[in-house]
């Protein structure tokens, strides 16, 4: 798509954003914002590095969990808290991506997956989850000492800067020369080791900012919600994040933004309406994009968009 | 009589269940294995289809009276057809793209049929009774021997090693891996290849569900068990690498035994301890204990 009609898309996008909280639930508007923001780190990874990672729910569930004990337990400021959870699930990402870019394909799926799975029972274990129970009652506190983030429509502003800026970042890290290594990866990784690259480097760096800028969305989850329980740190929200991606196109960057509005909306309208049916329509969908809707909406819109103008 | 420090009877009662849980990962490995070779496909929804086996053998048992022996022969088959309708259906349209797309197809198949069966029957598990053949235990004079887990061990030992056998030394499994190597070769031999890879996701989704009619008088009856058994197979899918169908029954057993090992000796790592193993494993052998590096 040509630069100017892209910049009016995102004026346009983020007007309606800024805008959001007059009509809608701003809580419902965080939630979207934080998975779409989770999408996009996830999407950084298999869209762009074609890296299957099945394992990100650690990422989210970790950064939760930290953000949430160092506010409630050790009273760190906000912003503090937020960069806690964040790097605690980069450091993580470090851990998992230095073993997972072991093997290839599907094995690396498997091994995120398995990896994943091992927090989780730890989480289970460890003191400070709160077990079955999860951590309630985490304080927003203050930003800056100054702005009082338990009113929900500052903690809106600070969420929708939080996830722009991460936009932000992304969009410039798969713009960048750096990114076109990482495409070039996904394209043909045999012929970017030829070339002289040292591709488990770009593997395990796109897997450390993308694990960060999961965190990042969990820790500000968090701060939304109030709580951090283990349902962040489930398969099912790792799960839930490769239906958004691939649902709003993965590979594109507005993809996983789109995605995550559509799911999260479903979820939370459905919820109440149909119970555990719920997890079969997500299953559903999952079947239908893979065999008919592999472009997903976004990849399909770009589609229709490039043939109309070929016309 | 102590070993480290832990009374003999304990011990050998943990290594038993160790070798339980290890049967399950053999037979399950097993299945992913002979799936993975022929159609180049990770089967998520192969815990979902173990999980649909246990319920099977309930709902034979509960609604038409079919007995255990009946359900461990009747219900293998169903899931086979299951499975053989989910290839002709959707798999088969996806063995030109990328393998990924297996999986994330898969996955969607387990959640809609762990979504069906949990809206229908709850998350609490449903008892199943063990036939009365093999209730009751030996008594081996150093501790008691349950015979259900005897059974289970003995019968997926011999379903192991029958599928190993067929595939490495008949003419059925000449063709089968002659298929797996270069299917458009095998076809070109008058083979039909298509009809064989259908048969083979029926036949390794049909392992699954004998594991599952195995596992209902042990564990409960739930439409959970399967998805977590499933992530921990995939750790013994890691360590062990799909390349080889012994590989991968041998690695389900020790690790099944490693398990309950953990179990006595440091109780809470027993549920991470496999996950570990396979991070080791990473680290020394990336390409697995039975893969072989590409």
Known sequence: MNGRLSLIGYAALLAALLAAPLFLYPVLVMKVLCFALFACAFNLLLGYTGLLSFGHAAFLGTAAYVTGHVLKEWGWPTELGLLAGTLAAAALGWLFGALAIRRQGIYFAMVTLALAQMVYFLFIQAPFTGGEDGLQGVPRGHLFGVVDLADDINLYYLVLAICVGAFWLIHRTINSPFGQILKAIRENEARVVSLGYDVAKYKLLAFVLSAALAGLAGATKTLVFKFATLTDAHWHASGEVVLMTLLGGMGTIFGPVVGASVIVTLQNELADKVGSLVTVIMGAIFVICVLAFRRGIVGEAIALYRRMVWR | ?294
């Open chain 2, 1 to 294: 009589m102590e070993i480290f420090g832990v009374p003999l009877p304990a011990l050998m009662g943990q290594l038993m269940l160790g070798l339980v849980s290890g049967s399950f990962y053999a037979i399950l490995s097993l299945g992913l294995a002979v799936i993975f070779g022929m159609l180049n496909i990770i089967n998520f929804a192969h815990g979902a289809l173990y999980m649909m086996g246990a319920f099977f053998a309930w709902m034979a048992l509960t609604y038409l009276g079919i007995g255990y022996w009946w359900s461990l022969v009747l219900v293998p088959a169903v899931v086979g057809v299951v499975g053989i309708v989910i290839e002709r259906t959707m798999l088969q349209w996806l063995y030109k793209l990328d393998h990924l797309y297996g999986l994330l197809l898969t996955f969607g198949l387990a959640l809609i049929i762990e979504g069906l069966f949990r809206s229908e029957y709850g998350v609490s598990g449903l008892p199943y009774t063990i036939p009365d053949e093999l209730t009751g235990a030996l008594d081996l004079g150093f501790m008691f021997l349950p015979k259900y887990r005897l059974w289970v061990i003995a019968i997926s030992l011999f379903v192991c090693f029958a599928t190993w056998f067929v595939i490495e030394k008949t003419q059925l499994g000449a063709y089968l891996r002659a298929a797996t190597e270069n299917p458009k070769l095998t076809q070109a031999f008058g083979i039909n290849v298509p009809l064989m890879v259908m048969l083979t996701y029926g036949f390794g989704v049909a392992l699954a569900g004998f594991a599952g009619v195995l596992a209902a008088p042990i564990f409960q009856v739930s439409p959970l068990m399967g998805s977590n058994l499933i992530i921990a197979v995939f750790a013994v899918v890691v360590i062990g690498g799909m390349g080889s169908i012994l590989g991968s029954i041998v690695t389900g057993l020790g690790l099944g035994i490693i398990e309950g090992l953990t179990k006595v000796f440091y109780a809470e790592a027993s549920s991470t301890v496999v996950f570990i193993i396979m991070a080791i494993v990473l680290l020394i052998r990336p390409a697995g204990l039975f893969g072989k590096e590409k």
